[in-house]
Every structure is written in C-alpha cells, then in structure tokens.
C-alpha cells in the first residue's frame, strides 16, 4: 500500500469549501508549512479550522485568514496574530475559544470514540454556559464534547509510504492526537523513506490512522518571537 501523493497541491485538491480541518502545530512549530500554503494558494473558502492557535499575520493560519478563507476558528490562543484579533473583535470571524487542556482532551476524545468528558476547568465561567454540569467527589465539573474534523494536516519529521510516522521534539506537540480524530488526515513529512525504514519502537502515528503523506520541502520554521540575550 502506497499512501503517498506526488505533492502538496495534489493533497489539498481533496479539501472542498466549506470542510472542518484539525491542523498541527503550536505557534509556528510542527505546522504544515507546505499544506497550509498550497491551500491558500487553491482558495478554498468557508473552512472551519480547529488549531491550538493561527500562526502570525503573514506565515501559518495567518495567512489564511488574511485571504478570509476561514469561516470559523476554534483555538486556545489569539496570540501574536493581529488579523486574528482583529476579524474577532469586529466580528468578522467566528471563534470558539476553548481552555488549551481541554482543547486537546477534546481531540484525543474524538480520536479515541469516547462520548464526552467531564472537567473541572472552566466551571464557573461563560465557557460553561449552556453546557452541563456536575458535582463530582465535592467538586463541580463541566462536560465537554469531543472534537473532530473531515480533516487532519499534520507535520512530522519523518516518515514511510505507509504512513507510520515520527515527529521530532517539540513538533511533535497537537500533531499525534489530530491525527487520530479526522475523516481522513493528511501528513506532510520532511522526510520520505521506504516501508522498514523506521524502527517500529520509534513511531508515534501508526500509519492506519493516515490516509495521505506528502513530501514536504522548502521549510522556513520561523520563531514567533525571537528574545536575545543583551550583549
């Protein structure tokens, strides 16, 4: 079995407007730098991404966003994206904001086939409105729903033509569990090797959680804030 796509283009000609999309990364690190930018560059509109954050104003999500080729964003962090900011105070943009654990105890629910959760994060405030709550061994909880998408864009650093996939450090971060929740995820590597190549002891996403992988190229990785020590 051959999962491989002769490129990025070719991966998100799959994607139709108005399709939901859980994407990898945390600030700029372990995106789909080559997914993102071909999408962009289809123009395919309406979509509803579900990512920790949306990159910066011209890199990432960013850029998306910039082009309104986002309906809806769900996110732990505006962070250092001002379009982000922007479209959601005007209005522009609809945005469900949801407590970074709980974001990602979402998606590993929805990968995992588990109904809903119950925790205590949020109780109290506007993010529990309307949802149900419960008292449990003293204290209160709020239920959450799991979370899943048609798609998944993730980033790893290596892997095979079946999709067995390894991330390296930090990368690694929402791209394991995203994999896992989507219809059907679609992996961008920066490195392609041959079925046997990786050590089975090493891989994080077995490949029958990947239904595309793509070889990814020209990686920029950007810094979203660079601090330097005085000299």
């Not at 979509?47 to 082009?67: E, H, M, R, Y």
């Not at 998944?152 to 390296?168: P, S």
């Not at 679609?186 to 891989?203: F, N, R, Y």
Request: proline share 5%; charged share 20%; hydrophobic share 40%.
């Amino acid at each position: 079995m051959n999962k491989v796509l002769p490129s990025a283009e070719a991966a998100v000609a799959l994607v139709p407007n108005g399709a939901s999309i859980l994407m990898g990364g945390f600030g700029l690190c372990g995106i789909p730098e080559n997914l993102i930018q071909a999408l962009h560059e289809r123009g395919t509109r309406d979509l509803t991404v579900i990512s920790n954050n949306a990159g910066v104003d011209d890199f990432g999500i960013g850029i998306l966003l910039k082009a309104r080729q986002v309906r809806k964003m769900i996110s732990t962090y505006v962070g250092e994206n001002k379009e982000f900011e922007r479209q959601y105070l005007m209005g522009e943009l609809e945005v469900e904001l949801v407590p970074q654990g709980t974001f990602a105890e979402r998606i590993r629910s929805g990968g995992a086939g588990i109904g809903g959760f119950f925790t205590p994060t949020a109780y109290g405030t506007v993010v529990a409105e309307g949802k149900e709550t419960r008292m449990i061994g003293g204290k209160h909880y709020v239920l959450e729903s799991p979370l899943t998408a048609d798609f998944a864009f993730v980033h790893a650093w290596k892997g095979d033509r079946v999709g067995n996939l390894v991330y390296r450090r930090t990368a690694r971060n929402f791209n394991p569990v995203m994999a896992t929740a989507a219809r059907i995820t679609i992996a961008e590597v920066e490195h392609l090797v041959e079925p046997g190549a990786i050590d089975p002891d090493h891989v994080v996403t077995p490949g029958i959680f990947v239904t595309h992988i793509v070889q990814g190229a020209r990686y920029e990785k950007r810094i979203e804030k660079r601090t330097l020590r005085p000299t």
